[in-house]
């Protein structure tokens, strides 16, 4: 294992921490393994067939038609097949000169022909068909699962296991594309050996028992190396989980140099390197579990296929079956030996494929709990007072609340600044007007209308927010700033905005002005700097022209002229609306109305700059501490 540069230049530094050990456990932490055993597979199998089958019934009917009918017409084939190679054999064996033998099974062979070639153009079809319905059964899987991300509550993210749960899901979205495959496989393996197993039983009931024997260890086999390979799966969720997450951020060129100028690549590769080896481990122990299960299940078959062939020939050397019977014995047992082995391998595998399949559906449910369950209250177009009322709010396991206890009232037409210390609970603050948390104690109130009773859509479309840690799109400069609106028939509203965050120039310059793909690193087109980034997201807010507006840090990363572009605009717009704006630059409070000075969580001062300044509290320290440079 690498140690990291920095460590090895002396000798005497500790090594670095290895990454913490994560498993997918938390309150959710349960291996459905625990109750997959061989019966448990065998009750899952028509339930996961009849999902599958439903999904595949809504994205594509002629699809699925087209399947079911090759499966009939593949069935019937091998049937017909094995029937006529029955006659065909009877005459080839029987008695007269070859030519008549021949001549006799002349008409039986061609039915054999046919009926092969038939079964062959139908499993064509299958494939066919599968090809057809599979990518879009796997696009409709992912696009719930991205649906149903997108809609839960702000507040699942912070909860034990989500995050693993939702990697255990991608996983089951990417399996989807197994599981037509399997299932058709399945089908087609059931129905030809049905088709053998009818013609073997009727040339000796003793042939079936022997044949199943042969082929069960196999299919023992198969279910206990998919529980292995499950097992090793569910262990490493949460590690794998975590890696991917450090691999795009560390490969993200967006902080590469973060990356390279602080000497972070040894660690990071280490701590890459650290979780990948905890991952093969575990999939190393697993190894010659997997061996030992197949070498124990193949010696079994073997010893029982041994039994069914020494059968069939004791049956034809004792005269109980005559020696053309036999003939078509011996292909009839290779055909359902076959199909029955396919059964049972398809089977297992479709077993396997439901097992991360039931990850992904235990997500989906999940989410739909945590979707968003609130009420179905309005919020009315213009909003002239917003009220909150000893409003609290704690994380998930947090013992402090990060706002404890806030009443305020804000009215259409007012600025109000937020200001205080790191961890004071700005943020939450805001993100509990906006309501995308909802306070644990105390009322949130639009108009009178409480936000733990109204439809968030209703709240949002009201809403326009500058989030302190906000998206840079990899999509053109235009649906950079109408994301989220799309509603202009022509530019002129989005030129305005970017006049009111003076991007114009900026605009003007690049290659294909509005139209410019902002995603360098992705596609080429072009890149902006920070603070162009920063006033550009400005630009997306002040465009919804929305009656809240709330700015989180919006000029952190502006020059002067850029800050007081967007100053003036706020201000200019301002009587329409109530605006929020948090900020650590206390000179720019100076345009609120109010003020308000918060500290654990708290309002602990309020009033106008002037007063505040002067009233020797918290927020005249702070500003003594800005000119203290
Ligand atoms: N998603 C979260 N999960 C758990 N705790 C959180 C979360 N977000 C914030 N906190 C905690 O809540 C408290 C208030 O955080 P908040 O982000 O509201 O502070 P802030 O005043 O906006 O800080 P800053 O000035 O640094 O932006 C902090 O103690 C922080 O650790």
């Given at each position: 294992m690498t140690v990291p540069d920095a460590s090895t230049a002396d000798e005497k530094m500790p090594p670095p921490p290895p990454p913490a050990s994560l498993t997918f456990?938390?309150?959710?932490?349960?291996?459905?393994?625990?109750?997959?055993g061989f019966t448990a597979m065998c009750r899952r199998l028509p339930s996961v067939l009849g999902h599958t089958a439903r999904m595949a019934w809504a994205v594509d009917r002629p699809g699925v038609v087209l399947l079911l009918a090759c499966q009939l017409v593949t069935g019937v084939a091998a049937a017909v097949v094995l029937t006529f190679t029955a006659e065909a054999m009877a005459h080839v064996l029987g008695s007269g000169s070859v030519s008549e033998r021949l001549h006799g099974a002349l008409p039986a062979l061609v039915v054999v022909t046919t009926a092969a070639a038939v079964g062959r153009i139908s499993g064509a079809l299958s494939s066919y068909a599968d090809g057809r319905i599979t990518p879009l059964l796997t696009t409709e899987a992912d696009i719930a699962l991205v649906a149903a991300v997108c809609r839960?509550?702000?507040?699942?993210?912070?909860?034990?296991g989500f995050a693993d749960r939702q990697e255990a899901a991608e996983v089951g979205v990417t399996r989807t594309r197994l599981m037509v495959q399997d299932a058709q496989r399945f089908m087609s393996a059931l129905i030809r050996m049905t088709a053998a197993s009818g013609v073997v039983t009727a040339l000796h009931p003793l042939m079936l028992p022997l044949l199943l024997l042969a082929v069960l260890p196999a299919g023992a086999g198969a279910v206990l190396s998919a529980r292995v390979d499950y097992e090793t799966h569910y262990l490493n969720v949460g590690d794998r989980n975590v890696r991917s997450m450090m691999r795009w951020w560390a490969t993200y060129s967006r902080y590469g140099d973060e990356v390279r100028a602080n000497g972070m690549t040894g660690y990071l590769l280490y701590w890459y390197r650290a979780l990948s080896d905890r991952i093969d481990r575990r999939s190393l122990t697993a190894a010659p579990r997997m061996l030992r299960i197949v070498l124990t299940t193949s010696a079994l078959g073997g010893a029982f296929l041994l039994c069914t062939w020494s059968a069939l020939a004791w049956l034809a050397a004792t005269g109980r079956v005559a020696l053309p019977v036999a003939a078509t014995a011996v292909v009839a047992v290779q055909t359902a030996l076959a199909a029955l082995g396919h059964v049972v391998i398809h089977g297992a595998a479709m077993f396997h494929t439901s097992l991360y399949l039931a990850d992904m559906r235990a997500f989906l449910d999940l989410a739909a709990e945590r979707a968003p369950r609130r009420g179905e209250l309005t919020i009315p177009e213009r909003v002239d007072e917003i009220r909150l009322d000893e409003v609290v709010h704690r994380y998930p396991g947090k013992d402090e609340p990060a706002v404890a206890g806030v009443s305020l009232t804000l009215r259409r037409g007012e600025i109000l600044a937020v200001v205080g210390e790191n961890g004071s609970g700005k943020s939450t603050l805001v993100k509990l007007i906006t309501g995308i948390l909802l306070a644990d104690k105390g009322r949130v109130l639009w108009d009178g209308v409480d936000l733990a009773q109204a439809d968030p859509d209703a709240v949002w479309k009201r809403t326009a927010l500058v989030p302190q840690g906000f998206a840079c799109w990899p999509l053109r400069a235009r649906e950079n700033i109408t994301?989220?609106?799309?509603?202009?028939?022509?530019?002129g509203p989005v030129w305005e905005v970017v006049d009111a965050v003076g991007m114009r120039e900026a605009i003007e310059k690049l290659p294909r002005q509005l139209d410019t793909l902002l995603a360098k690193e992705l596609w080429g087109g072009a890149e902006l700097s920070g603070g162009q980034w920063q006033r550009l997201v400005c630009g997306r807010a002040l465009y919804r022209r929305t009656p809240l507006l709330i700015l989180d840090e919006?000029?952190?990363?502006?020059?002067a002229r850029g800050e007081h572009a967007v100053f003036l605009e706020i201000r200019r717009i301002a009587a329409e609306r109530i605006t929020v704006v948090v900020t650590?630059?206390?000179?720019?409070?100076?345009?609120?109305d109010r003020v308000l000075v918060m500290d654990r969580g708290r309002v602990v001062e309020h009033g106008t700059y002037e007063d505040l300044v002067h009233a020797g509290g918290l927020f005249a320290e702070l500003v003594a501490l800005t000119k203290d440079r």
């Open positions: 456990e938390g309150k959710h932490g349960r291996n459905p393994l625990t109750d997959a839960v509550e702000s507040s699942a993210y912070g909860e034990d994301l989220g609106q799309p509603k202009t028939f022509d530019d919006p000029t952190s990363q502006m020059d650590h630059q206390l000179e720019n409070t100076r345009l609120a």
